[in-house]
């Protein structure tokens, strides 16, 4: 159920849509919390119901309940959080400070969309991924990663602890063996710190005083409980059970319940007005949410009163309190994701929403350090935004020109000049030619690929080979189509060249900038489609292709799966089109042939026409035609060179996209691979253990040693992998964008021109028809 | 201009009522619907006469089509007289004829003895609906490879085009009888005046299979005879350039109409092309969730427009130049053969006096061959002074109808090409805007 409402999401179009979305994200939020429950604390999941019921008291529906608004589902997220995260934080310093790096921020990232699809493996993931940065933490995050798999994580936890293997408890393992690789007392003191700390911020607000009795000692409780109880034997369980019962109730199935409930006032006052009322929470709401939020918020604490236990109410309070103090940010950030495309926006939410859910537990009353995650996703945004001027800015200018003709018969070739400006330091000199063959240009492709296709980027590809208009070009026929042929190429050999250095990753490399400078050029191997290193390429291809159809990935992340989707629908539509532009193309140079054959024709029948000033007339209009034949051939060219090259590039580029998320997948697969090796040798470890072998032993234990370090150096790989993929999708997107609309114009320009002709001529033929007597 | 605008407009109209009709996939079962052309204002008939000929506006016979129903093969035209003549019963006045009638009028104008010093005015071509039918089958061929979308344009375009083809029908058979009724002599003929007017299915038989094969043949011997004739010597300097020049003119304007079929056919493509391409465009948006999307919608939605103008210019092109010529093919052809009815006489003659010779020679029947002489000449005489004047005026009705519809389509062409500046301009501002 939850995959199939996962599916159904698409990336929201912002910011039209602004309105359903909170739905939306309300939703998946419940979701996730529900999930969390099952995570962390197994226990607690009974406690659900009750939240629910609770917030069904309040608001009609159970669907309605779980809606939420986002900037109350970010400001819930933010000290949740930093709950989850800051214990970690603490522990380990460095994962904090290098939380501000991009590899991490998009790492972060990623477990927030994944967690739709698959919540219990997101929850485990979460934390998982949040260290996967610093080594320290890798290893204690590295079984609760694997955690993902059921059944694996069952293995897991037998050798990490002795707790029973009762599958309640197995989640909650995942703090334990934390625990027990790490010394138990820092763990609590992160907590204990930020209830030291909440106070002090809280502290300025006086309603934010009372509930921080309460939660203190839950936390005192909870903790010791939670870390504690793993190494207990079987029978603590019970009794942790019964504990959590109680401190539950109040800290996470009401506060949970305020939380939803909350949220969806502000949901209903915007979007259902009257099913608010119906939920009869909504009286005094009137004013515009984004407007006037402070007041929503207390007022909805108010309004929440009577229904709602005590506690509750005391709690929905701080809530307020909390929005007041954060309101800024939130809605700072609201205004600076605006500006940014949607996925990336949608990421963000469910990045914001996701934890909120994970740490529900003491997220009304941790709010010192809430902020925190806030600037670092504005701290990304700025870094975006940067990174995006400075691409406008690249001071490199390339263009390739006289393409000619070197040699004779089958060996001809064309070179062309590639010049080079630029500003950057890092060439020698500001300005630089160099000549350069086709196949040296395939050549550049072909070690840009090898070199960093693997990592995930998109490498833009060279225009395809043409044996039929090489041929032609080197039999030497001088005609319209053979030059017609070199421009293109020409023109698509430029376009691929300046994708290639817009790139600021491809940029960096050493061979293209061997390419562009290096004055003898090592003639590039094995670019001929018909040598036996083509062969071998076609059948490394074929492989690639048949081991491409065999594996199944199980795609955790629906960003990956959706933009996956999109590209290859986007494909279909790009190919279509192109055969359609081809045969606009095809239409209107028959037009020009026939426009032709009709002006020679009037030519004639003007000529034989006795009427002086109707044959002079006639004539002229064989000289219009003949024009327009001319205006016919140029609209085909450039319908020609600015659209259908445009869409031809695409397709090729399109093929790149698919090639980067084909190498996630290997990744992906590789990774997997690696997991069920490591699986593999514990149970050879379990079952020597149990024969009491202990001369294999060690031997077997080194294996796993050395399997758990490839395991993490490929999930390593693959969170590498998909980073980059993403960046580079996106990145892509932006350069179709600018491109498509760039052409675009460009086209129309050129429509607009030969229309602008179009009435010149026929204006200058309107008087001669006239002078008809 | 603006004559021109409210054009479009009528046209918009019987568009609607064609679609409303042509709800069916079959074509040739919403053929069934009615063309209102008596929505169309004055200015449109105006424009409908002036296809190819110019008439002189003598308002004692005033013929016209207001509607007409177009059942699978056959048309029905309802054609409308108004007049101030006596010899009609009625003023005013309404009878339903099709097209086969029109042959039937044409023929009997054409074997009418007297009228052959006339240029008949050419019969309206038979309606050709089979250009559209045949997109249409491949339309419906074609579905499963197009979006809804993206056939319903293609429909609705082919729709427009059936009912261009449809009111280009109304217009000849329109333009044959007002042709008719603006001649001084074809004007009074009996046979025109009973097609105006009796009110009741004039139901002409159609030419039964021997009848056809004797007009074949009749045309055999036409030719063969032209040829024959060709090698007598031309008595009158006028007709001997008219011929040469209408030789000419003829197989010249002949190629110059297939020409212009042609260009203009490929014109149509390429507006087709459009709606494929604005189609394609469109689900591309939809598919889009970057910031392209709004550009590939402007796009696809400025190539909705455009093939709607580049459809106009192609269907003015056909309306105005390729219609042109292809009338005065047909006109030349009349003219042709009122040459070589006039030769046929002057053979005639010849061998009257021939025979005239050989008479007096034998002495024998020499009144009788006198009198023949007498009439060949008679008829010769009279087939000359009348085919000057026809062929005279058929020059000048030429030269006017070119200079108009040449005006015209320039004035068309600019505006089309206006029109198609200004929705590039705007959509490139918008583009650049954003």
Known sequence: MKMATSSERSPPPFPEDLEPEPDEVGDQDSDDGEDIFLGTDNPLEIKMDPSLSVSDITSSTKPLSEASSPPVMDLLSEPASEASSAPMVDLLMEPASEGSSAPMVDILSEPASEASSAPMVDLLMEPASEGSSAPMVDLLMEPASEASSAPMMNLLMEPASEASSAPMMNLLMEPASDDLKEPPKPDIDPLADIINDTPLSEGKTPVAAMPQEPPSDLFDDEPSELFAEPRQSNTAKQQQTSIFDEPDEDLFSEPLGEASKKPQNDFFKEALAPVAKASNVCGPLSDNYNEHPTDIFTEEAITTLPSAVSTVSVNSKTNGVHSDEEEPDIFAEATVELSLDSPRNDRKKKEAAKPSASASAPAPSVSASASKPQPKTLEEVQYITLEEEVEDKFELNISITNPEKVGDGMNAYMAYKVSTQTTLPMFRSKTFTVRRRFSDFLGLYEKLSDKHTLNGYIVPPPPEKSIMGMTKVKVGKEDNSSAEFVERRRAALERYLQRVVFHPSLLQDPDVREFLERDDMPRAHNTQALSGAGFLKMINRATDSLSKMTIKMNESDVWFEEKLQEVEAEDQQLRKLHIMVDSLVGHRKELSVNTGGFAKSVAMLGSSEDNTALSRALSQLAEVEDKMEQLHQEQAASDSFCFAELLADYIRLLGSVRASFDQRMKTWQRWQDAQNMLQKKRETEAKLLWANKPDKLQQAKDDITEWEAKVTQYERDFDRVSATVRKEVLRFEKEKARDFKKQIIKYLESLLQSQQQLIKYWEAFLPEAKAIA | ?434
């Open chain 2, 1 to 434: 201009m603006r004559q021109e605008e409210q054009n479009g407009g009528c046209f918009q109209k019987i568009a609607n009522i064609a679609r409303l009709a042509a709800q069916h996939d079959d074509l040739q079962r919403c053929c069934t619907f009615i063309i209102m052309t008596s929505t169309l204002d004055d200015s449109e008939k105006e424009k409908a006469r002036s296809v190819s000929v110019d008439l002189n506006n003598d308002a004692s016979l005033l013929i016209d089509i207001p509607d007409a129903l177009c059942e699978r093969d056959k048309v029905k035209f309802t054609v409308h007289t108004k007049t101030t003549l006596s010899s009609f019963q009625k003023p005013d006045f309404s009878v339903p004829r099709q097209h086969e009638d029109f042959i039937w009028l044409h023929d009997a104008l054409v074997e009418t003895e007297d009228y052959a010093g006339l240029i008949i005015p050419p019969a309206p071509p038979k309606p050709d609906f089979e250009s559209p039918r045949e997109k249409m089958h491949k339309l419906g061929e074609g579905e499963a490879t197009m979006t809804k979308e993206e056939y319903t344009k293609m429909k609705q375009e082919l729709e427009a085009e059936y009912l261009a083809v449809f009111k280009k029908t109304v217009q000849v058979h329109e333009v044959f009888l007002q042709r008719l009724s603006s001649h001084p002599i074809l004007s009074k003929d009996r046979n025109f005046q009973i097609f105006l007017e009796y009110d009741q299915d004039l139901s002409v038989r159609r030419k039964n299979a021997k009848e056809t094969f004797g007009s074949f043949f009749k045309n055999m011997v036409k030719s063969a005879d032209e040829v024959i004739i060709s090698g007598i010597k031309e008595v009158d300097d006028f007709f001997e350039q008219e011929k040469t020049f209408l030789l000419d003119y003829s197989s010249k304007i002949k190629d110059s109409t297939a020409r212009a079929e042609k260009m203009t056919r490929s014109h149509k493509n390429v507006a087709d092309d459009y709606i494929h391409i604005s189609a394609t465009l469109n689900s591309l948006s939809v598919d889009d969730n970057t910031a392209l999307k709004k550009h590939l919608e402007k796009f696809a939605d400025l190539f909705e427009k455009l093939r709607k103008v580049e459809g106009r210019v192609a269907s003015d092109e056909e309306l105005k130049l390729t219609e042109l010529f292809r009338y005065y093919m047909l006109d030349i052809q009349a003219a042709k053969d009122l040459l070589y009815r006039r030769a046929r006489a002057l053979a005639d003659y010849e061998n009257s006096n021939k025979a005239l010779d050989k008479a007096r020679l034998k002495s024998k029947d020499i009144t009788q061959a006198e009198e023949h002489q007498q009439q060949c000449l008679q008829k010769f005489d009279k087939l000359s002074e009348s085919g000057k004047r026809e062929l005279t005026s058929f020059k000048g009705r030429r030269v006017v109808a070119f200079r108009k519809n040449l005006i015209e389509m320039s004035e068309l062409e600019i505006k089309h090409a206006k029109n198609n500046m200004a929705l590039l301009q705007g959509c490139i501002e918008l583009l650049k805007s954003n």
